[in-house]
């Protein structure tokens, strides 16, 4: 174990991390370290909603350290690098010099700074000798923006094998991609209303959803089929507001999730580049012409 005598106890970490080739070092640890350290993840309000493969990734980035009774282990104020799990021992949490709450083994501290890029918002000192475990900014960081491009490769993909968007350039989809937004519904809830005006569009990127329809406002819906990943809805909504021509019910017990992109964005995104394209064609169309009337040479008669 490192033993650790400074008096702030972090090694500030100016330099942010845009690094995407970061290697990440794993540190040895028992089965029952990493049960224990996920464990004190999934109870922390702010990291509990980490996917379970990036909780795990950071556990096996941890690495132990030390800190002896009455260190300041953290400075309020401070630009903060490190995200810290307690073992063994007792902190103080303290704000403007009022003492906040104790905090003992099982728990995360010094998660807020890394997590919202913002300064220590509290003061921690070690009320005995602590063993702690700890991650820093930079691999915390790596490790989101890994699992960040993962998701974004998967959504491209998804994107890309629709009909309104095949055409389009790899740098106007690298947009696209970014404009969309990720909606999850819960098992039952209806994503959009037969009847209802809207102007979105729909992609399903996890979980299954039920089509329903009546025919008349009196009618009962009744089921007409099921979505899948990759299916899509709402085109129409694309162009101008649409009455929903049918219900789009979450029919998933881990729910559904959805890419979401509404008239607006996709007009400043994807209309605009498509009548770009247009009229490139029309113009090489254009020229083409040109050459076979005028171009007395080129007749093939
Ligand atoms: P961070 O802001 O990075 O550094 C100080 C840490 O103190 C903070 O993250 C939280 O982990 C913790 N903290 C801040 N305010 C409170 C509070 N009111 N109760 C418990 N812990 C807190």
Known sequence: RTKRTAISAEPVQ???????RIVLQACDKSDR??????????NNDFMKNLALDQIMLIVDCMHPLEHTKDNLIII???????????????????????????????????????????????SI?????CKLWAVDRQTFQAI??????????????????????????????SKVVDTFDEVRYTN?????????????FYIVAKGRAQITKASSKWDT????????????????????????????????????????LDRQSYREIVADELSRLRREESCKYARKNTTFISGEDERDL
């Open 14 to 20: 100016h330099k942010k991390s845009k690094d995407l």
């Open 144 to 173: 989101m923006m890994r699992a960040g491009m993962e998701k974004r490769s998967e959504h491209l993909e998804l994107i890309k094998n629709i009909k309104t968007f095949e055409n389009l350039r790899e740098d106007i989809l």
């Open 188 to 200: 039952g809830a209806y994503i959009i209303r037969q009847g209802a005006k809207g102007d979105t």
């Open 33 to 42: 370290t990493k049960e224990f350290l996920r464990d004190a993840i999934l």
């Open 125 to 129: 000192k070690a009320l005995s000798n």
């Open 76 to 122: 309020e104020g401070d630009v903060g690098n490190l995200v810290y799990i307690m073992e063994e021992g007792m902190v103080e949490v303290s704000k403007n010099k009022k003492v906040l709450t104790t905090i003992g083994p099982g728990r995360v501290f010094g998660e807020l700074a890394i997590l919202y890029n913002c300064t220590r918002t509290a």
């Open 221 to 260: 819906p009744i089921y007409d089929r099921h979505l899948e990943r990759g299916e899509s809805f709402g085109e129409a909504a694309l162009q101008s507001e649409e009455t929903r021509p049918f219900n789009v019910i979450a029919d998933d017990p881990n729910g559904v999730t959805c890419l979401v």
